[in-house]
T-cell receptor, first 111, second 114 residues
Framework: QQQVKQSPQSLIVQKGGIPIINCAYE??????FPWYQQFPGKGPALLIA?????SEKKEGRFTISFNKSAKQFSLHIMDSQPGDSATYFC??????????FGQGTTLQVKP | EAQVTQNPRYLITVTGKKLTVTCSQN?????MSWYRQDPGLGLRQIYY???????DKGDVPEGYKVSRKEKRNFPLILESPSPNQTSLYFC?????????????FGQGTRLTVV
């Protein structure tokens, strides 16, 4: 019940495409859903996060869509660029709880 | 500059030789944790610490030890490393757990045990 399942494991898109990464969770007590971005040789860094009281959050070209009833959330990257090539992790936690990370998605954006 | 600093960045060692990976943060964060990253498995928490002298096991604690004698430091100790501990390790800190837990990660330590 603590798991967060992320898919796909890897993704290749052309520049300008819209990659979508999906995550699903079981624990309905989770109330914080962040996405972390990791470039090669670096540690993950917070990209964007959402609380379950909203269905969508947008920051620049990055959008989180949240479906509470389906217990799913996804990351969309609009007008993707080669500089977006990285590994993306979804995560979930509940208040006073630890972050549970998904398995990660390696994204490659081709020029 | 706010940061989490891990050392060393790369380490090759032999089975059974004790090693310590250091982690230090300069943000006065209470919560610190160690993760290991393996392909297809994501980030798995090894140990965490809610504050000085308060540590607890994460999801994969076997073969590891930690200590938190000072707020800023949280070293990871492998008393007798084995090849299955070959991995990429990350230290992270955050102001608190739960909804305030934007985790700040170090640069990572790539450990190879032969």
């Amino acid at each position: 019940q603590q798991q967060v399942k992320q898919s796909p494991q890897s993704l290749i898109v052309q520049k300008g495409g819209i990659p979508i990464i999906n995550c699903a969770y079981e624990n309905t007590a989770f109330d914080y859903f962040p996405w972390y971005q990791q470039f090669p040789g670096k540690g993950p860094a917070l990209l964007i996060a959402i609380r379950p009281d909203v269905s969508e959050k947008k920051e620049g070209r990055f959008t989180i869509s949240f479906n509470k009833s389906a217990k799913q959330f996804s990351l969309h990257i609009m007008d993707s660029q080669p500089g977006d090539s990285a590994t993306y992790f979804c995560a979930a936690s509940r208040e006073l709880g630890k972050l549970i990370f998904g398995q990660g998605t390696t994204l490659q954006v081709k020029p | 500059e706010a940061q989490v600093t891990q050392n060393p960045r790369y380490l090759i060692t032999v089975t059974g030789k004790k090693l310590t990976v250091t982690c230090s943060q300069n943000m006065n964060h209470e919560y610190m944790s160690w993760y290991r990253q393996d392909p297809g498995l994501g980030l798995r928490q090894i140990y965490y610490s809610m504050n000085v002298e308060v540590t607890d096991k994460g999801d994969v604690p076997e073969g590891y030890k930690v200590s938190r004698k000072e707020k800023r430091n949280f070293p990871l100790i492998l008393e007798s490393p084995s090849p299955n501990q070959t991995s990429l390790y990350f230290c992270a800190s955050s102001l608190a757990t739960g909804v305030l837990n934007t985790a700040f990660f170090g640069q990572g330590t790539r450990l190879t045990v032969v």
